[in-house]
């Protein structure tokens, strides 16, 4: 089963791509942000079997930046299936927790999900309009 300690890895790979790419930090925060987000929706509620791995596929053109999470956990289509987050009234009172897919669909031009032999399959846009 995949641990929340991975999560290194995914920030590591972003800073990489970001720097090989010449984001602008708000940029790089953002895809970094999306991606932990819903990674950690993944090991913490996606019941992966750990037979494979959650896959990140990060492409960055002049144009956009395309993010494929792959992994083997329960169907889940974070673009219909998940609950619109509790609205805060009172921060003191706000739970944690929830708001991963609704950041990310925050952050993301685009958002689209497929299931494609047991594998869930999510991509992201996020145009860059720097």
Not at 14 to 37: D, G, H, M, T
Request: charged share 30%; with cysteine; hydrophobic share 40%.
């Amino acid at each position: 089963m995949p641990e929340i300690d991975e999560l290194s890895a995914i920030q590591m790979a972003v800073e990489s791509v970001s720097e090989q790419s010449e984001w602008p930090p708000a940029l790089a925060y953002q895809v970094e942000l999306i991606l932990e987000e819903l990674c950690i929706n993944v090991i913490n509620h996606g019941e992966v079997d750990g037979t494979k791995p959650i896959k990140v596929i990060i492409v960055s053109d002049d144009a956009s930046i395309k993010i494929e999470i792959l992994d083997n956990g329960k169907a889940f289509d974070p673009t219909q299936d998940a609950p619109e987050p509790e609205q805060i009234t009172d921060i003191d009172e706000a739970e944690i927790g929830g708001w991963g897919v609704h950041l990310a669909h925050t952050f993301s031009d685009e958002m689209h999900y497929r299931r494609e032999d047991d594998m869930n399959c999510l991509t992201l846009v996020k145009r860059r309009n720097d």
